[in-house]
């Protein structure tokens, strides 16, 4: 038994590759959802350019899961109520709507049937719950969940509740018919070679597309092609794209930085009036350094990624989307130093924020 897959058009979007912020989620300074800003904030994904919105997953807080929160279904639903409505209106009809599938593979299952009973396509795949599990077992759980809805996988570092996965795992996911993408997210070069690698041999490369989450390693991770050599056959994989937390905020500057490199891998010229027109692919890697700087003070990597939520939420209020930074967890906030952080970065890569386009239609979007 498999799942529906997504329409012909998605998959190619999908595959084609395009930017998918992580999406936050807005609240009250009672700490209740903030209904009309949660809207706002799907309008300028899919205003900026978007191919998709990823929603229930770490950057929307897992806590929305549980029974005293309850807020996994209503975030759920005003997502998809908005690109409906965008694409109602005459928006682009392959937007990527992917939903955070999580716990273990009953709870899994059920976040799935979830998704999909809302109208989203993809389930990225967390396997956080299964930290102790055989192999046999996660590709199980993953068999189950692809059975209800197309899969994404999901390589999350160890550092914020992922694992070590070995080739052979990614190896064997990539034969699973209804996967469809896996985000790379290790923060570790050898470990994203694994997945590239273990597609590659799989015979999946075209079918399969490769997104990256490695918020420290975004621009570099587009720019390079892998040439595998599978039985003496060389097969030639591309990151094609990104679903990332970073994405979340300055997310215009994003898409046109995601659109200008994939037309320099094409070969094709960049268009009149372009920001990132007549760059090197050494004027690239400096300025892939740049936003890994931007993320190291959003994600806040110097306090092993504590303030990582809140970070982009202080982003967002600035830019005036957000009304404060408030997390689920009263705790959750800022580190000592993170403002100091975002100021520095902000003051250092101006030309890597989108603040005039928010300006220019955030009021259109909070309506």
Request: net charge negative; proline share 5%; aromatic share 8%.
């Amino acid at each position: 038994m498999s799942s529906p897959m997504p329409s012909s058009e998605l998959l190619a979007a999908i595959q084609r590759g395009c930017v998918i912020p992580a999406h936050p989620l807005a609240l009250t300074a009672k700490r209740t959802l903030d209904e009309r800003r949660q809207r706002a904030l799907t309008r300028y994904y899919l205003a900026a350019g978007a191919g998709g919105v990823a929603v229930g997953v770490h950057t929307t807080q897992f806590a929305i899961r549980q029974p005293s929160i309850g807020l996994l279904r209503p975030v759920l639903q005003l997502a998809a109520e908005e690109v409906n409505r965008f694409q109602q209106a005459g928006g682009t009809s392959t937007i990527i709507k992917i939903a955070g599938v999580c716990g273990e593979t009953r709870q899994a299952v059920e976040e799935a049937q979830l998704a999909r009973e809302l109208g989203y396509d993809v389930g990225l795949l967390s396997l956080s719950a299964m930290k102790d599990c055989s192999l046999e077992e996660m590709i199980r759980h993953a068999r189950a969940v692809s059975e209800v809805v197309p899969i994404m996988g999901f390589y999350l570092q160890p550092a914020v509740g992922g694992r070590v996965l070995p080739f052979d795992f990614w190896r064997r996911l990539a034969e699973i018919d209804n996967l469809v993408a896996i985000k790379i997210a290790p923060f570790n070069r050898y470990q994203t070679f694994d997945v590239v690698r273990a597609v590659a041999e799989s015979g999946r490369a075209g079918p399969v597309a490769l997104y990256t989450g490695n918020d420290d390693n975004i621009i570099p991770d587009l720019l390079t092609a892998y040439r595998i050599n599978c039985g003496g056959r060389p097969v030639t994989l591309q990151i094609v794209g990104g679903l990332l937390g970073h994405w979340a905020v300055w997310t215009r500057r994003a898409v046109e930085q995601l659109e200008a490199i994939h037309r320099l891998i094409a070969g094709q010229p960049q268009p009149a009036g372009s920001p990132d027109a007549g760059m090197t692919i050494a004027e690239w890697l400096q300025q892939g350094i740049e936003v890994t700087d931007a993320n190291a003070a959003f994600f806040d990597a110097a306090n092993g990624f504590a303030g990582c939520i809140a970070g982009l939420h202080e982003v967002l209020r600035r830019q005036g989307l957000f009304e404060g930074r408030w997390c689920i967890d009263p705790a959750e906030d800022l580190s000592p130093g993170q403002a100091e952080e975002i100021d520095r970065v902000y003051a250092a890569y101006p030309h890597l924020n989108d603040d005039g386009f928010v300006a220019a239609h955030r009021d259109e979007w909070l309506a």
